[in-house]
């Protein structure tokens, strides 16, 4: 996939050879994140899945905002799986509305909304599972619902996403086989 042109660059992981699908640079505002050096600082051990409940340029716009205070590594557009990352891995995004499990976790978000399940579309899914499977197998994470959560399985989450067309059962396929 080829990048649309400035800002977005793409991204060679901290450690190349890993299995990460493509993804492109957008760096999120330094208001959005905490610098850390993780996992030397907090241990990685939990992927949080999130909806938007924007466009994927909304939500673009929304971490590139230093007035929002919320970010996430990661975001899959619905319509083709491409992959935008926002904050790296080391750092600590603000996804989950918890600080705990912004400590120890990565963020995916995904374009769409959870009453609208068109736009959980195949190439989001597959997308998004090779990104998780990468995730997981850098850091030891085990590929089951007790490391792979929803943000409302976040304790004190207010939020309702991915909601109730979030199909598990396809995405840890999905993910147990790479996407």
Not at 36 to 56: K, M, N, W
Not at 121 to 146: E, N
Not at 150 to 169: A, F, I, R
């Amino acid at each position: 996939m080829s990048c649309p042109g400035p800002p977005w660059r793409a991204v060679l992981e901290e450690n190349p050879a890993a299995a990460y699908p493509p993804t492109h640079w957008i760096p999120a505002d330094s208001a959005n994140y905490t610098v850390s050096g993780r996992p030397g600082t907090y241990p990685v051990d939990l992927v949080v899945i999130h909806l938007t409940q924007e466009t994927f340029p909304d939500a673009m716009r929304i971490f590139q905002d230093p007035a929002a205070k919320v970010s996430a590594h990661y975001m899959v557009a619905s319509a083709d799986g491409y992959i935008g990352q926002f904050v790296r891995e080391k750092d600590i995004a603000w996804h989950a509305g918890n600080w705990n499990r912004n400590t120890r976790s990565i963020g995916i978000e995904h374009e769409g909304w959870i009453d609208r399940p068109e736009y959980l579309t195949d190439a989001l899914y597959r997308s998004s599972a090779r990104l998780t499977a990468a995730v997981c197998d850098r850091y030891g994470i085990p590929k089951d619902r007790t490391h792979i959560i929803g943000h409302d399985e976040v304790p004190g989450s207010t939020h309702t996403d991915p909601g109730p067309h979030w199909d598990w059962d396809r995405y840890l396929k999905l993910v147990a086989g790479g996407g």
